[in-house]
C-alpha cells in the first residue's frame, strides 16, 4: 500500500468537505478504515492521546455511514502493511511514513475508493473538545504563573511568559473530553532536583497548605483571560497531517505559543467561565488539575 500524507483542514475550525476516497482497510476488530485524499477530521494522535477523535459522518453517492472513531494510520517507507494507533512503531512526523487519516465505520461501506465522500463533523462534539483543549493550555500558563515562586533555581524551560515551565516539566498526563481537561504532573525526585520545591520554606507554606490560595490565583487569572475575549489560532506551515502546528492566544500579558495538534476555539469569548480544581493525589506525588469550561 502506497498513500500519501493526509491533508487536514480541522486547524482552521473546518467541519466539513468532500475529497476522493484513496482505500478501505478493514481493522483488525471487524471495523473498516476509510482513508481519503483530505479530511475536516481530527484524529486520536497515537503518540500523545490527548484530545479524542471527532465524530461525524461519510457520505458517498448519497449513502450515509457514521464515522464512530478517527485513528492515526501510518505505512512505512517500504509500501507495506498499514498500521493502526499503537502499532505504529515510530512517531508521528517521520518523513519516510505516509501519514493518514482513518475514518472508522463500523459497516463495510463496499466499492467507494476513487469516488467522492462528503465529510461531516459533529460541530456539536468538536466545539466542546476544542474548549477543552483551549482550556487546558490556558490553564498551562496560569498554574505556571502561580507556582514560579516554589523554583530555588532555573530549571531551563520557561514559558511564553518568561515563568519556569512547570506544565511541561512535570507532565505525566493529559486528557480531555467533552467536559473538562485533566492534566496530571508528577511531583517527584526528578522535578526537585530541577528546582521545584513542594515542601514548606521560610517564604512558602507546604504546597498541600497552599492548594486553596493557588486554585484561588490560577482561576482569577483564567477569568481575566476569559474577559478579555483574546483571539486565538492555530500558525499551520502546512496542509499535512504532520505538519508542526503551534496554538497562538493574544492574551493581556501578550502573546502566547504552545506547540499542538489538536483543535481550539477561535476567541475565549466562547467562553462564558473556566475554572480549574487542583488536587494532590493521596500519596501526595501527584498534582492533579481539572479544568472545566463553559461555553457562552
Request: charge should be negative; charged fraction near 20%.
Amino acid at each position: 500500500m502506497t498513500l500519501p500524507t493526509t491533508h487536514v483542514s480541522f486547524p482552521a475550525g473546518a467541519v466539513g468537505g468532500e475529497s476522493p476516497v484513496l482505500a478501505v482497510h478493514p481493522l483488525a476488530d471487524g471495523r473498516y478504515a476509510v482513508v481519503t485524499e483530505a479530511t475536516p477530521f481530527h484524529p486520536l494522535d497515537h503518540t500523545w492521546p490527548d484530545q479524542p477523535a471527532d465524530h461525524g459522518t461519510l457520505a458517498v453517492d448519497g449513502t450515509e455511514w457514521a464515522v464512530v472513531d478517527c485513528l492515526t494510520g501510518a505505512v512505512g517507507p517500504d509500501g507495506g502493511d498499514l498500521l493502526v494507533g499503537a502499532d505504529i512503531p515510530v512517531r508521528r512526523g517521520d518523513e519516510e511514513w505516509s501519514w493518514l487519516v482513518l475514518h472508522v465505520l463500523d459497516a463495510d461501506p463496499g466499492a467507494v475508493t476513487g469516488r467522492t465522500a462528503v465529510l461531516a463533523v459533529d460541530a456539536q462534539r468538536r466545539a466542546a473538545l476544542s474548549a477543552s483543549h483551549s482550556g487546558c493550555h490556558l490553564l498551562a500558563l496560569a498554574l505556571n504563573a502561580a507556582l514560579a515562586p516554589r523554583w530555588r533555581k532555573d530549571p531551563g524551560r520557561s514559558d511564553a511568559f518568561g515563568h519556569p515551565d512547570f506544565d511541561s516539566l512535570a507532565m505525566a498526563s493529559s486528557v480531555m473530553d467533552t467536559a473538562a481537561s485533566t492534566d496530571t504532573y508528577r511531583l517527584g525526585k526528578s522535578l526537585k532536583k530541577k528546582g521545584f520545591t513542594a515542601d514548606a520554606t521560610e517564604e512558602l507554606p507546604a504546597l498541600a497548605d497552599a492548594l486553596p490560595a493557588l486554585t484561588e490565583a490560577v482561576n482569577e487569572r483564567l477569568a481575566a483571560w476569559v474577559a478579555a475575549d483574546a483571539p486565538v489560532r492555530i500558525d499551520v506551515p502546512g496542509p499535512e497531517l504532520t505538519a508542526r502546528r503551534q496554538w497562538h492566544c493574544e492574551l493581556p500579558e501578550g502573546a502566547a505559543q504552545i506547540f499542538c495538534g489538536g483543535t481550539h476555539l477561535h476567541h475565549l469569548g466562547e467562553l462564558a467561565e473556566l475554572r480549574t480544581e487542583l488536587r494532590l493525589s493521596e500519596d501526595g506525588t501527584e498534582l492533579i488539575a481539572v479544568t472545566s469550561p463553559k461555553r457562552a
